[in-house]
């Protein structure tokens, strides 16, 4: 976590400018179509989730834990101020450590920027096992999904099988066409439950590191 405070004063400070110390803003400076950010309208601000548990290294920091719910208050680069929705506390909090709710990047077994290769490499990782498995962005096709799940041959050992999803026009999510799921948490839930097709049935999601 060394890296952090580096990237911090980058963000907060390379500009040369006090960001705690500026002038408040008023309509008056606004450009057309930009709305003032006060109190009402910081209301209906983005709420995100803590997908890892952190601990403040800096006065100014907001330590939280995993599965926080958080408002975001200002987006400074890879650093953003929030509130915490459970403490009250506000403070800065490095944004890859958090998540927009109802998103599937809140989900353990999501892993949004990964290849191919690198899903290999985590699924072949200690702590997890025959059934581990994780859900990434099709580096094909944009938009679309592929499914990685570790397996044992008894030739072979432990090897890593991938599963494109499709997508159906009205929302829907397939990896057989005899069998059609409205979102991905309910195709998760029914192969956790029997293989029906894949290589094994899915069980835990692949362990995540935490960023460094």
Known sequence: ??????????????????????PANTDAHLLPGQIFANEETEEHGVIVVALYPYDGLHEDDLSFKKGEKLKVIEELGEWWKARSLTTKKEGFIPSNYVAKVNTLETEEWFFKDITRKDAERQLLAPGNGPGAFLIRESETLKGSYSLSIRDYDPQHGDVIKHYKIRSLDNGGFYISSRITFSSINDMIKHYQKQSDGLCRKLEKACISPKPQ
């Open 1 to 22: 976590m060394g890296c952090i405070k580096s990237k911090r004063k980058a963000n907060l400070h390379g500009d040369g400018l006090d960001l705690k110390n500026q």
